[in-house]
């Protein structure tokens, strides 16, 4: 059963009439890698968007369990269903990873039956940091580390889908290796990854690739 359903999904910008998604339909399940895939233009960084529940759909529904998720809070749904990594890594440089990864606990509101510092470096550890690099700032890592930790932080509070923009885009080949390496671990263990992507290395590591094409489509 899909966990994430896509509707007849269309958005536009409000000062454009050309739509950047049109009437997409979409299936994504818990324990597969997606990839999302297109031209620069396609709408691959919007439906991320839409997907997070940052940006609003101007037309169609989404479901997560077939839930229509404007019934939940756009709060609850992206500190507690939904893990985004950013291409940018989008981390506070000048605190050290373990504190990353506390801070987005803080911001979730969860409720966690252990201290937080020790999940933090539980998982920090899961996607191959040291407990000496857990304790470095972001600015003393290596763009991989930095990555890694962006996991981390997405998985701070355990939800069930992980979107990641372009999370190889800044990485060498080795280092993308090892990053598709933590998302096929994340999805055996059910987590259901969604991923934009230039790379068709990561492509063709997904189980299941979407490609966008360019619409000229009007509202």
Do not use: W
């Not at 987005?104 to 000496?132: C, H, N, Q, T, W």
């Not at 470095?136 to 990555?147: A, D, N, P, T």
């Amino acid at each position: 059963m899909s966990i994430l359903t896509l509707d007849n999904i269309s958005y536009h910008y409000d000062r454009s009439k050309t739509k950047v998604l049109d009437n997409l339909n979409m299936e994504f399940e818990a324990g597969k890698i997606y990839t999302i895939v297109g031209k620069s233009g396609a709408g691959k960084t919007t439906l991320l968007s839409v997907l997070s529940s940052l940006a609003k759909p101007t037309g169609g529904k989404i479901f997560l369990n077939e839930k229509d998720i404007t019934k939940i809070d756009r709060y609850k749904f992206r500190s507690k269903y939904v893990g985004v990594i950013f291409q940018s890594f989008n981390l506070l440089t000048h605190l050290t990873a373990l504190e990353n990864v506390v801070l987005s606990m803080d911001i979730s509101g969860k409720k966690f039956d252990r201290p937080k510092k020790e999940i933090a470096l539980e998982l920090l550890y899961k996607v191959g940091l040291s407990s000496d690099e857990a304790k470095r700032r972001v600015l003393k890592l290596s763009g991989g580390q930095q990555q890694r930790v962006a996991i981390a932080r997405a998985l701070s509070y355990d939800p069930d889908i992980i979107l990641a923009d372009e999370p190889t885009g800044n990485l060498d080949g080795e280092t993308q290796d090892e990053i598709i390496g933590i998302f096929r671990m994340l999805a055996n263990e059910g987590k259901c990854v969604i991923i934009v992507t230039h790379s068709p290395d990561v492509a063709s590591s997904s189980d299941i690739t979407y490609e966008l094409q360019k619409t000229a489509k009007t509202a």
